[in-house]
């Protein structure tokens, strides 16, 4: 199988779709351009300067109201341009009761 049936399918959006970028603690929020996004990344041109924010992990808001949002970390800066990739949220604990899958099976 080749590399490219494997790589995740991206939108591209040829005049961009305004999103937002917000820091996690919500203490500042630039507007983007979202040029490009796919299950795992995005790609945002950024209107004004990046500098001096954090971007180890921020949000990408999708609506105006915040109710469509991805948690993100930065990968590149290209100028006014920044690839992003999607954090997945962490695995919840197991109930304490719980029997795992290998207890039921006795493997």
Same mark, same amino acid.
């Given at each position: 199988?080749?590399?490219?049936?494997?790589?995740?399918?991206? %939108?591209?959006?040829?005049?961009?779709?305004?999103? @937002?970028?917000?820091?996690?603690?919500?203490?500042?929020?630039?507007?983007?351009?979202?040029?490009?996004?796919?299950?795992?990344?995005?790609?945002? $041109? %950024?209107?004004?300067?990046?500098?001096?924010?954090?971007?180890?992990?921020?949000?990408?808001?999708?609506?105006? $109201?915040?109710?469509?949002?991805?948690? @993100?970390?930065?990968?590149?800066?290209?100028?006014?341009?920044?690839?992003?990739?999607?954090?997945?949220?962490?695995?919840?604990?197991?109930?304490?009761?719980?029997?795992?899958?290998?207890?039921?099976?006795?493997?």
């Amino acid at each position: 199988m080749s590399d490219d049936a494997k790589a995740p399918e991206r %939108v591209t959006f040829s005049r961009g779709y305004g999103v @937002c970028i917000m820091g996690i603690d919500g203490t500042w929020r630039r507007d983007c351009m979202l040029n490009a996004i796919s299950d795992n990344d995005a790609i945002l $041109t %950024v209107e004004g300067s990046i500098q001096g924010l954090n971007l180890k992990e921020f949000f990408l808001l999708l609506s105006s $109201t915040g109710l469509a949002y991805r948690r @993100c970390e930065l990968v590149r800066v290209n100028g006014a341009e920044i690839d992003v990739s999607f954090l997945k949220g962490k695995n919840k604990k197991k109930r304490a009761g719980a029997m795992s899958a290998e207890a039921l099976t006795g493997a």
